[in-house]
């Protein structure tokens, strides 16, 4: 699969370069309460990733406006949950409507700051966690069904967001009825300080990028059982989901085709 980031995808070859439309800031567009208009917006980017054959778009950023002075507050939408989950959602069927391509909505969850967001840990209460943070991940998981998501860096009340099984299993797969692939974000195991095996049990599929440390740490994990490690079964699961994505996807068609 080949991936893309950020809401205008550019893709790297090994002598050319390929840019694609420029489309309005997350903010700007959310400004216009118009979901049609942001599906018209998904069909234009999704028209580009099969024509570059990338299967993934690294985008919508659905973090909330908490903190006016975030760095990437104009990639996100909005401080309101529902209308940050409403566009998200119709962007993410607007790219669905081109075979084989697909959004990650990001960053699930509450990745609202980007000073030191790799060490910070939000303490929210389970009430503002459900009613505001979680919310619009929700409205799109459950309107939109995107191929995948993507945990963030930072802690939630404590505990590493890319190794919490609370949030990544049981509110994401077993509450909200999730079916698509989860992966970490860049580096999550290496300056953001994320366990490697806890990523894979807490549900992410991907740890991206992969490093030689990060297979160690999934390997021991599963050499040395206990209650809390990794268990071969949830890699098999993980293993399972990262195929399916793939046979969904348009470079399976393109490989078959080839």
């Known amino acids: 699969m080949v991936l893309a980031d950020g809401p205008a995808p550019r893709k790297e070859g090994t002598d050319y370069y390929q840019y694609c439309t420029r489309i309005p800031s997350g903010t700007l567009l959310a400004q216009t309460f118009d979901p049609d208009l942001m599906?018209?917006?998904?069909?234009?980017?999704?028209?580009?990733?099969?024509?570059?054959?990338?299967?993934?778009?690294?985008?919508?950023?659905?973090?909330?406006?908490?903190?006016?002075?975030?760095?990437?507050?104009?990639?996100?939408?909005?401080?309101?949950?529902?209308?940050t989950g409403k566009m998200a959602a119709a962007?993410?069927?607007?790219?669905?409507?081109?075979?084989?391509?697909?959004?990650?909505?990001?960053?699930?969850v509450c990745n609202n700051q980007e000073d030191n967001r790799q060490h910070r840990d939000s303490v929210v209460s389970e009430r503002a966690l459900r009613e505001i943070y979680l919310k619009g991940f929700e409205i799109a998981v459950k309107e939109s069904a995107p191929l995948a998501v993507m945990s963030p860096y930072n802690l939630l009340n404590g505990v590493h967001t890319a190794n919490s099984y609370d949030l990544l299993t049981n509110v994401l797969r077993r509450e909200w009825g999730f079916q698509g692939m989860v992966m970490t974000d860049w580096n999550t195991?290496?300056?953001?300080?994320?366990?490697?095996?806890?990523?894979?049990?807490?549900?992410?599929?991907?740890?991206m990028p992969g490093t030689p440390r990060d297979v160690e740490e999934i390997v021991s994990g599963l050499q040395n059982p206990s209650e809390d490690s990794l268990q071969y079964r949830e890699l098999r699961a993980c293993a399972a989901r990262i195929v399916r994505t793939i046979l969904q996807s348009n470079r399976y068609e393109d490989e078959k085709q080839e």
């Open 189 to 207: 195991t290496g300056k953001g300080g994320s366990a490697a095996d806890l990523c894979i049990r807490a549900g992410n599929d991907l740890v």
């Open 39 to 83: 599906e018209q917006m998904g069909r234009l980017v999704g028209e580009e990733m099969e024509q570059f054959h990338i299967t993934l778009w690294l985008a919508p950023g659905m973090n909330i406006h908490r903190n006016p002075l975030c760095g990437r507050n104009f990639e996100y939408y909005s401080e309101d949950p529902c209308l």
């Open 91 to 108: 962007i993410t069927r607007g790219v669905k409507s081109c075979p084989g391509v697909g959004t990650t909505i990001k960053h699930f």
